[in-house]
Nanobody, 122 residues
Framework: QLRLVESGGDLVQPGGSLRLSCAASGFTLDNYVIGWFRQAPGKEREGLACISRSGGGIVYANSVKGRFTISRDNAKNTVYLQMNSLKPEDTAVYYC???????????????WGKGTLVTVSA
């Protein structure tokens, strides 16, 4: 069974940092484009970052550019999202998603994890 499992969500103070992980089971991530998304209460799901299969191509949403970093370790079958300078408006459930084609991220990714909750609050 193909699964993506996110972890690392937590309660953090404004200005703090978290690193989220997205681990795959049942398939190898190196053939997949991976994206991180989030959905805050009452809001639409937002694409945050996308990384190509090799890791050489990366795109960020303006809302997180300069604060978040996506990376992948294909040997560990895991993708990461390093989040720095967190703000209360970053509070959301964070999801990772994967697909083989097309080779970019969008809202209709092939596989989705169940999400991990990040809460930014004093």
């Amino acid at each position: 069974q193909l699964r993506l499992v996110e972890s690392g969500g937590d309660l953090v103070q404004p200005g703090g940092s978290l690193r989220l992980s997205c681990a795959a089971s049942g398939f190898t991530l190196d053939n997949y484009v991976i994206g991180w998304f989030r959905q805050a209460p009452g809001k639409e799901r937002e694409g945050l970052a996308c990384i190509s299969r090799s890791g050489g191509g990366i795109v960020y949403a303006n809302s997180v550019k300069g604060r978040f970093t996506i990376s992948r370790d294909n040997a560990k079958n895991t993708v990461y999202l390093q989040m720095n300078s967190l703000k209360p408006e970053d509070t959301a459930v964070y999801y990772c998603a994967a697909r083989t084609r097309p080779t970019w991220c969008s809202q209709d990714m092939e596989y989705w994890g169940k999400g991990t909750l990040v809460t930014v609050s004093a």
